[in-house]
């Protein structure tokens, strides 16, 4: 089976742009996370959703938005790029929204800002 | 205060040897504890849950102590493969939050 796959997989952007990531959960899992990961970090949680519907969202502004498509699939969106916004995005598949869910993270996107 | 903390180490340490990593949470209402493995530029991938009655997992052994807020994770008779990133993860208390510390770098050498 296929595990979480995410593109792409590098990006690189000038600031100002704006990008679109994308995310395919493990087959069954109904909920997907999407967390920032700067280097020397861990990753930081952004937003959640489940049964599309946003579930959670983290301490980031409004440049970020994503979405959840019927299919469980997931976009996250980040307009008017910083170049503080250049980091690893991880996506995260997990079956449901139990708290002792476990996560199932993509291999990410690196973004790049110039 | 974050969250979640972590010794960001490195811990060089030489093949066979025991190796402790703690991790400190600020919020008491967390009810679900992990710990992660992270290769360098590679996902996080997880190693295992912790549980209020500690639990093991071959060479690995982790701990809760809720009345600390504290978690740790014990590596017994380290292997070169066990260089990696460890990252502490915990449940924000609301089920669909969870806060990762900024990870412990080991480094296991020959």
């Known amino acids: 089976d296929a595990g979480v796959t995410q593109s792409p997989t590098h990006l690189i952007k000038t600031r100002g742009q704006h990008v679109t990531l994308r995310c395919s959960p493990i087959?069954?899992?109904?909920?997907v996370s999407w967390y920032q990961q700067v280097l020397g970090q861990g990753p930081q949680f952004i937003f959640q959703?489940?049964?599309?519907?946003?579930?959670g969202r983290g301490n980031f502004p409004d440049r970020f938005s994503a979405r959840q498509f019927p299919n469980y699939s997931s976009e996250l969106n980040v307009n008017a790029l910083l170049l503080g916004d250049s980091a690893l995005y991880l996506c995260?598949?997990?079956?449901?929204?139990?708290?002792?869910?476990?996560?199932?993270f993509g291999s990410g996107t690196q973004l790049s800002v110039l | 205060r974050k969250e979640v903390e972590q010794d960001p180490g490195p811990f060089n340490v030489p093949e066979g040897a025991t190796v402790a990593f703690n991790c400190t949470y600020s919020?008491?209402?967390?009810?679900?504890f992990f710990w992660y493995r992270q290769d360098c530029r590679k996902e996080p991938k997880l190693l295992m849950s912790?549980?209020?009655s500690g639990n093991e997992d071959g060479r690995f052994t982790a701990q809760l102590n809720r009345a600390s807020q504290y978690i740790s994770l014990l590596i017994r008779d380290s292997k070169l493969s066990d260089s990696a990133t460890y990252l502490c993860?915990?449940?924000?208390?609301?089920?669909?939050?969870?806060?990762f510390g900024s990870g412990t770098k080991l480094n296991v050498k020959p």
């Open positions: 919020n008491s209402a967390s009810q679900s």
């Open positions: 912790v549980y209020s």
């Open positions: 087959s069954g899992h109904k909920s």
């Open positions: 959703y489940y049964e599309k519907e946003e579930r």
């Open positions: 993860v915990v449940n924000g208390g609301n089920f669909n939050k969870f806060y």
């Open positions: 995260a598949s997990s079956l449901t929204l139990l708290r002792d869910e476990k996560l199932f």
